[in-house]
T-cell receptor
């Protein structure tokens, strides 16, 4: 069964600190993996997309990694800000890009 | 439109009533999805429309839930005889067939509260 598992379920860090969120998946055949950010009361917004051949991709203070062999991805947030407080959702698409599997998300709380 | 539009943004209803939630996807997007998100939980897939193909209804939790998409654009999610456990945020997302990257563009959601 295609699954996406994220850890930790929630995380509290101090402003300015770094953190790393994990995503393991069993989706096959793999097309791409996206990290979405969902602010409270809003719809999710895409941060990064990783395809099979990509290992690392950055978007500002966000850096995503992908190991297609072990089927693992991580999202690293550098120098966290209060506005980073949100849910981060790992989403994996099957080949063709139409079947999409969502992880349960990691809730990040950044405190001053 | 510029983004995915959902209405109403908030709906409070009494148990047993029917509700309709509307989604207006981004113009030109052929794929449309409905998700449900309970408080503090992840997104639960409900239904998926792709062009003129038969919708994937595998996520609908019961026969009280139905959805249609008219003219390949606007979609309506209908919940009949609402129950308290139906209280959640219902999110709609769309994406274009042409990109091949699969990014989903989400609306702001419709928050349903069943009393």
């Amino acid at each position: 069964k295609n699954q996406v598992e994220q850890s930790p379920q929630s995380l509290i860090i101090l402003e300015g600190k770094n953190c790393t969120l994990q995503c393991n998946y069993t989706v096959s055949p793999f097309s791409n993996l996206r990290w979405y950010k969902q602010d409270t009361g809003r719809g999710p917004v895409s941060l990064t997309i990783m395809t099979f051949s990509e290992n690392t991709k950055s978007n500002g203070r966000y850096t995503a990694t992908l190991d297609a062999d072990t089927k693992q991805s991580s999202l690293h947030i550098t120098a966290s800000q209060l506005s980073d407080s949100a849910s981060y959702i790992c989403v994996v698409s099957e080949t063709g890009g139409f079947k999409t599997i969502f992880g349960a998300g990691t809730r990040l709380f950044v405190k001053a | 439109g510029a983004g995915v539009s959902q209405s109403p943004s908030n709906k409070v209803t009494e148990k047993g009533k029917d509700v309709e939630l509307r989604c207006d996807p981004i113009s030109g997007h052929t794929a449309l999805y409905w998700y449900r998100q309970s408080l503090g939980q992840g997104l639960e897939f409900l239904i998926y429309f792709q062009g003129n193909s038969a919708p994937d209804k595998s996520g609908l939790p019961s026969d009280r839930f139905s959805a249609e998409r008219t003219g390949g654009s606007v979609s309506t999610l209908t919940i009949q005889r609402t129950q308290q456990e139906d209280s959640a945020v219902y999110l709609c997302a769309s994406r274009t067939l042409a990109t091949g990257t699969g990014e989903l563009f989400f609306g702001e959601g419709s928050r349903l509260t069943v009393l």
